[in-house]
């Protein structure tokens, strides 16, 4: 008898929805607050990491998790993407340390790679505070809180990274890295240079465009000039003919901003093309 009457009481929870056998799977939830104590998981297989890459620690789509068991943090898959609308782009990093000292350098942005089971950096963008013998502790407040940019790679025969570049405080050190084992020293002229020369390159002149293709409608010349980032130009690359309107492409020049296109004399607008080889349609 009891268990008869206990069949019929589970039966009435569940045609009532008081009980499921299974978890529903909602298709939209709205909420006005959600508080996550452990893990959050966005993926469609219901895995945290992309399958074989788990060791990577590559997710599968967002993971997130708290710090009540170990390291916490926040891991996306491919691209973090953001938009403001009548807003500019800002991205800051906090950093605090547990004493309510200031920290100097409240953290970095690298570029890895995963060699020998681990991931290691390979350059380095370090923003920082400068030295308190620049500008005293006591000096530090919310209208004074200067700081500076420390650019820094790994190279080969060297286990620390080395700081290429130093920048800050209108002044800038360039050089070898390494020194003293802090990386470069301050600068306290608007350029140094430590361990090397100032070498000035000219834009050399571009060579002859190559035509890759042309639709046959009549003859024409093309050419092409260089201009550096001041708008300085070169002279004119030797001319390559075309039998109608064409479609080129040349070597990238070493100190190029933008390419000017000559058609039979005549300066067509300028052109900014990506990539070691620059591919460009002429459209009359």
Do not use: C
């Not at 650019?151 to 209108?170: C, K, N, V, W, Y």
């Not at 306290?188 to 361990?195: F, M, Q, S």
């Not at 571009?206 to 050419?223: C, F, K, Q």
């Amino acid at each position: 008898m009891k268990d008869r009457l206990l069949t019929i009481v589970l039966s009435v929870a569940a045609t009532l929805g008081i009980m499921k056998a299974e978890p529903e799977r909602y298709q939209e939830l709205e909420v006005d607050r959600l508080i996550v104590r452990d893990e959050l998981i966005v993926s469609d297989t219901g895995k945290i990491w992309e399958e074989g890459y788990e060791e990577h620690q590559i997710p599968r789509g967002i993971y997130a998790k708290s710090l009540a068991d170990g390291p916490g943090g926040l891991w996306v898959r491919s691209r973090l993407i953001k938009g403001e609308i009548d807003d500019p782009f800002d991205d800051r990093f906090h950093a605090l340390e547990r004493k309510g000292v200031i920290r100097q350098a409240p953290g970095h942005i690298s570029w890895n790679v995963w060699l020998d089971g681990a991931w290691r950096q390979m350059a380095i963008l370090q923003g920082e505070g400068v030295e308190f013998s620049e500008v005293p502790r006591e000096q530090w407040n919310g209208s004074t809180h200067p700081g500076r940019i420390r650019f820094q790679s790994f190279r080969p025969g060297h286990q620390e990274p080395l700081t290429d570049a130093l920048i800050g405080q209108g002044r800038m050190t360039l050089g070898g890295g390494g020194y003293g084992g802090g990386g470069l020293p301050l600068p306290t002229h608007v350029l140094e240079l430590w361990g090397g020369t100032l070498q000035s390159h000219e834009t050399k002149s571009p060579n002859a465009p190559r035509v890759l293709s042309d639709d046959g409608s009549g003859a024409h010349t093309y050419a092409l000039v260089a201009v550096d980032a001041e708008g300085r130009r070169t002279i004119s690359s030797p001319s390559v003919e075309a039998k109608g309107i064409a479609k080129l492409a040349w070597d990238s020049v070493a100190g190029a901003d933008q390419y000017i296109v000559v058609r039979d004399g005549q300066e067509l607008s300028a052109v900014r093309v990506e990539g070691a080889e620059k591919i460009w349609q002429d459209a009359q």
